[in-house]
């Protein structure tokens, strides 16, 4: 793609410094309609004769803007790390100590981070040395407000994974009976789950996450900081969880 790409841009610097130099200038700042005329017309014939030079143009000014976000995104990601990387210890999963951390901004009611959640265990069953921080972010409704507030909620009774766990597998819609009788089910305190929905902690909590994910303009959910690396929304394979690890441990 990009000896393609170079080979327009030559393309393009020979037809303009041709054009220039019949005319006598010697500039390539200053044209008459006529060469501009010619300069046109010479390129509208190439891209005829090969089209993919614009496809592959194209290509290149997007891979540009994709390495300036997440340039953009990584300066964010340092600027905040030491926010980014604190967290309840409820939402710590892995080594609590371990040097490389990874941290997580996902939706309850998302069906990337619902599906990527078995992989996930699996990763971290891989790398017990990672320490995996979980920022719960409710972006995607009142459904996703909810969910939070009770998985959130939860971790008053010691039982924030085991409420993440049930809700996110839960496919039925949301209201307030139905979490409180998922708590009933996997042994919480229902009674309790319910007050503490509505308590300061909860609503501390979602604040400082959103507020966060606002900082990194964060874009959806998944999206993956693996250290100070490399900043990846959207599902993972496993193969591109370990290479970005890989990139993290290095820093």
């Not at 999963?93 to 990874?102: A, E, F, H, L, T």
Request: proline content about 5%; hydrophobic content about 45%.
């Amino acid at each position: 793609m990009f000896a393609t790409v170079f080979a327009a841009g030559a393309f393009f610097s020979a037809a303009v410094g041709g054009s220039a130099l019949a005319a006598g200038t010697g500039s390539t700042n200053t044209f008459s309609p006529a060469q501009r005329a010619e300069i046109v017309e010479i390129l509208r014939q190439a891209l005829k004769e090969d089209p993919t030079i614009l496809t592959d143009a194209i290509e290149s000014l997007k891979t540009k803007a994709e390495q300036q976000k997440q340039a953009n995104a990584l300066s964010a990601v340092n600027s905040h790390w030491s926010e980014l990387a604190s967290a309840p210890i409820y939402a710590v999963r892995g080594n609590p100590y371990g040097k490389v951390s990874v941290i997580e901004f996902y939706d309850p009611r998302c069906s990337y981070c619902r599906a990527m959640a078995p992989q996930i265990d699996q990763f971290l069953a891989k790398h017990p040395d990672i320490r995996f921080v979980e920022k719960i972010v409710p972006v995607l409704g009142s459904s996703s407000v909810l969910d939070t507030r009770a998985i959130i909620a939860a971790s008053a009774q010691g039982k924030y994974d085991v409420m993440r766990r049930a809700l996110m597998q839960d496919t039925t819609r949301p209201t307030e009976d139905r979490i409180l009788e998922v708590a009933k089910a996997n042994g919480l305190d229902a009674d309790r789950l319910k007050a503490d929905m509505s308590s300061p902690t909860t609503v501390t909590a979602i604040t400082t996450n959103l507020n966060q994910g606002h900082d990194i303009g964060l874009d959806g959910t998944p999206t993956f900081l693996f250290g100070r690396a490399v900043v990846a929304p959207g599902a993972l394979t496993l193969d591109q969880m370990e290479g970005f690890l890989a990139q993290a441990k290095k820093i």
